[in-house]
């Protein structure tokens, strides 16, 4: 069982920054991928980024490729999403995930909007 939590979301101007944190309950944290997700008021959720266990593996999907950096750090159960240059949207509700196979675990979710 793993407990996901996220943090670091907020209101900011487009072209701000933003950082979001995901901690991660649990002894087998870097058993997993991790992967981030966001879901826009009236669509469907929508993949953003994921990392392999070790860390050495990371994709993106292309609306956020150049300016979101996925990275986890497994002594600390942590994985983060470096957001830059952020446009309006980008406003979604940005959910962390874990799984082997496929995502399992997810946690309830941070807000984000970016105002233009």
């Known amino acids: 069982q793993v407990q996901l939590v996220e943090s670091g979301g907020g209101l900011v101007q487009a072209g701000a920054s933003l950082r979001l944190s995901c901690a991660a309950s649990?002894?087998?944290?870097?058993?997993?991928?991790m992967g981030w997700f966001r879901q826009a008021p009236g669509k469907e959720r929508e993949f953003v980024a994921r990392?392999?266990?070790?860390?050495?593996?990371?994709y993106r999907t292309d609306s956020v490729k150049g300016r979101f950096t996925i990275s986890r750090d497994n002594t600390k159960n942590t994985v983060s999403l470096q957001m830059n240059r952020l446009k309006p949207e980008d406003t979604a509700v940005y959910y962390c995930?874990?799984?082997?196979?496929?995502?399992?675990?997810w946690g309830q979710g941070t807000q984000v909007t970016v105002s233009s």
């Open positions: 995930a874990a799984g082997v196979s496929s995502y399992v675990y």
């Open positions: 649990g002894r087998t944290f870097s058993s997993y991928a």
């Open positions: 990392i392999s266990r070790s860390g050495d593996t990371t």
